[in-house]
């Protein structure tokens, strides 16, 4: 019996569609993380030197990565240890004095029980009294238990010890390769605004921050985070800030303190309008909105504040869509 083909033409209307549909996947696959990206014109300033108005002395905080305000308590500002240090929370007062329980004799700050110190880098308050702390610190970018740790922000003069109400377990849809050619995958930022945790990348490799939105909190499962755009912060994001009420985010490095204002219609926040302050004050790894000033710590456990009024306006070039 002979052997039935299909007729030429319909050989060749498959062909097309299948070259069609290989197009289509190379172009999604090439634009699937095609970001905005946001680059400023920065004048040429000397950077001021900041001068620190006061200093934190409590010697288990031996490598401060955080200075947050309190979501509850006023004028209470947390911070936590780097790598390897406890797994613990420290409150403090605006001139970094310890706040603890009078009756408490071997303080060392909170212990943040069920939760465990990878590399904690990050921490911050939502609008519900929780804090959220961030073991997302990636400097080699092999990590693949990045994860954020929920808990009742406690009462600091009178608590020791506090349990987490969740884990949520995150990962980053763009990196491929454990670790990649260039190490952008490491974080030291974060904040809450509008029920969402937004993540700021320390890129490694350049100077770009990456800005990342968490939108699922499944607790069974890996949650991949959402990339939104990519900004030219002119050295490696220590930490970022948010002033809700006020309507401004703040990323800090060891080069710049740099101030977006809240775009209306979009949580790109580099869309906002920028200013900027050159600085030079140690290696700076902590940055909080207070009233009409910021107020950053160091590595070394020095406090500075800079007014909100001092920081220089520039004027932005946003480059449009590029791949990351």
Excluded at 68 to 90: E, L, P
Excluded at 264 to 275: I, P
């Amino acid at each position: 019996m002979a052997k039935k083909t299909l007729p030429e033409k319909y050989i060749n209307s498959i062909i097309y569609i299948g070259l069609f549909l290989i197009f289509l996947f190379s172009f999604f696959q090439f634009n699937l993380f095609a970001i905005e990206t946001v680059k400023l014109n920065i004048p040429k300033i000397k950077p001021r030197v900041l001068k620190p108005y006061s200093r934190i002395v409590f010697k288990p905080i031996n490598e401060g990565s955080a200075f947050s305000a309190s979501g509850m308590w006023k004028d209470v500002f947390w911070t936590i240890n780097d790598s390897d240090g406890a797994s613990a929370i420290y409150p403090l007062t605006k001139d970094g004095k310890i706040i603890k329980p009078k009756w408490h004799k071997k303080y060392e700050g909170i212990k943040i029980l069920g939760a465990h110190n990878v590399d904690w880098e990050a921490i911050c308050a939502d609008d519900k009294g929780n804090l959220i702390i961030g073991d997302f610190g990636n400097n080699y970018n092999y990590r693949r238990d990045l994860a954020l740790y929920w808990l009742s922000e406690p009462y600091p003069w009178d608590i020791v010890a506090t349990g987490i109400i969740k884990k949520i377990s995150f990962y980053y849809p763009d990196q491929k390769k454990f670790p990649p050619i260039k190490r952008n995958f490491d974080a030291e930022g974060m904040f809450y605004y509008k029920g969402k945790i937004y993540i700021f990348s320390k890129n490694r490799s350049d100077t770009m921050t990456k800005l990342y939105r968490l939108d699922s909190e499944f607790t069974d499962s890996k949650n991949p985070l959402t990339l939104i755009a990519s900004f030219d912060a002119g050295a490696m994001v220590t930490d970022v800030a948010i002033d809700r009420e006020k309507g401004k985010i703040a990323l800090l490095n060891y080069k710049y303190i740099w101030v977006f204002d809240i775009p209306k219609d979009s949580d790109n926040f580099f869309k906002g309008k920028a200013s900027f302050l050159p600085i030079k004050a140690g290696k700076c790894e902590g940055i909080t909105f207070y009233k009409d000033s910021l107020l950053i710590s160091n590595e070394q456990r020095d406090l500075f504040e800079v007014k909100l009024k001092d920081l220089i306006l520039v004027k932005g070039n946003h480059s449009g869509a590029g791949n990351v």
